[in-house]
């Protein structure tokens, strides 16, 4: 936040006015703009992108997709919408989801009202006028009334800390900025840093086009076969017949996608069935196919165990290389516990000859040099280095703002020692600043569009709600954000997350407090609390 002008905005200087500054054009902020313009509300959208679709618009990276399947990946609040519109395959592809999010644009006319190639820096709260003053990186000074951070969970892009990263003369990439036209990589030698999401998508296309590929892997990931295929018009339409029922149990599921069954203790199966379980969560292609094959997976660590094993058997029986397969098996972290992955053909990629994994927990990189990257004595020269380093997960897109609240204490302070929210939603010392998907919500735990559209109603009927009554602030009371950090904390702390360094845990930011950021109390039941407090006045929430 260096170059940051941080001096008190002048309300009079305004060059805007609204009643709600929706910061992010993706499905988020979208949804929102749609929702409040329809309820009367004024509402511009403003994104440092050059178009809609947030993360989608940015991860343009070979093979990226959504591992959530494109059925369930796509929003609900329109009948009409989602029975007109058609996903070509079981997991949607970048390009598709795009298509999508600028179809939804077209179709309910938001292009008006929404701002690109804009950054928010700077929003201060004033208490003279009570509302929020807004700087852009475009220029203007938004006087609004509340403030919606729609601003995504993976949306601060992160490079790794190697020296001499700078002095590297081939071509570099970062999965979450790729070229828009695309990137040919034949006849090239590539290194690719990391092995999460971005990664294990992206690879096995890199591969196919390169003349040699190089893995860099700090820690391996636990990933599964995703089982792609296109979509059966007549599957589709049995589905799209009783998509209402079938919406309603994603809502009210734990990961916002309906499962079959209520599975049982690990246990409590027999070994043949502990095997057929999870042959079954392999073969089934779904990311909660495996670990939600029996309750206690996520708590258990002997129940974990049983299930990483599995994995690693799989791992095992495809690579063929049995040094490179033991290198890619996870052993110091329980399955589930970072980010799990769906892929195709990523295992299937160390067996050709020209692709090499370098464990880097045997041998880490100790620079980057103008040529290439250099472990333990060895110099490995390449012409393009892919960063599929991560981001600074779900606190990023705040801290990396001058958001300053009453008194002008500032969020990022707030949040030193960890996020501090009631519900996810909103933040004691920030009146009428909310947040979607935010650290302490089901957020990244879920399937997002089921956690944004829960949040922007529950936001937007909020705002109605004070309307209607005459309000013109709310702010959530120290009390009850204490309490929501505790239950949050608490709930975390009986899994086994904690068990890995993950980005969940903010264990990828140097610096960063370790704590857990999501909410795993389940989108269900957490719903049911946002309601039962809307139901109660807010409650928790100090109305002005
Ligand atoms: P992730 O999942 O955060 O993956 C980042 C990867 O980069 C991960 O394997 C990291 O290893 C690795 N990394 C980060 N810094 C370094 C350094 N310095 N050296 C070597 N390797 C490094 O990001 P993705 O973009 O793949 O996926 C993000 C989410 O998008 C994903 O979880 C889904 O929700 C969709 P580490 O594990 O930290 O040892």
Known sequence: MTNVDTRPLNADEATATYDVMIVGAGFAGMYLLHKLRGLGFTARVFDAAGGVGGTWYWNRYPGARCDVMSIDYSFSFDPELEQEWQWSEKYATQPEILRYANHVADRYDLWPDMQFETRIEAAHWNEGLGRWLVTTSAGDLVSTGHVVMAVGTLSAPKLPEIPGIESYQGATYQTQKWPHEGVDFTGKRVAVIGTGSSAIQSIPLIAAQATHTTVFQRTPNYSMPAGNRPLDPAEVAT????????????????????????PKLCFEAT????????????????????????????FNKEANDTAAEFIRQQIRSIVDDPETAEALCPKDYPV???????????????????????????????????????????????????????????????TRVDIQGVGGVKLAEEWTNGPRTYLGVAMTGFPNFWAVTGPQSPSVLSNMMVSIEQHVDWITDCLVHLRDKGYTTIEAEASAQEAWVEHSNELGNQTLYPLANSWYMGANVPGKPRVFLPYIGGCGPYRERCNEVAAKGYEGFKLA
Do not use: H
């Open 239 to 262: 589905l799209k017949a009783n998509y209402r029922d079938y919406r309603q149990r994603a809502k009210e599921s734990f990961f916002g996608v309906p499962i079959e069954g209520e």
């Open 271 to 298: 070994e043949e069935e502990r095997q057929a379980t999870y042959q079954a969560g392999w073969d089934s292609g779904n990311l909660v196919g495996l670990i939600g094959g029996f309750a206690d997976i996520l």
């Open 336 to 398: 589930g516990t970072k980010r799990p992955c769906l892929d195709t053909n990523y295992y299937q990629t160390f067996n050709k000859p020209n692709v090499r994994l370098v464990n880097l927990r045997q041998t880490p990189i100790t620079e980057i040099t103008p040529k290439g990257i250099k472990v333990g004595d060895e110099e490995i020269e390449v012409d393009a280095i892919v960063y599929a380093t991560g981001f600074d997960a779900m606190t990023g897109s705040f």
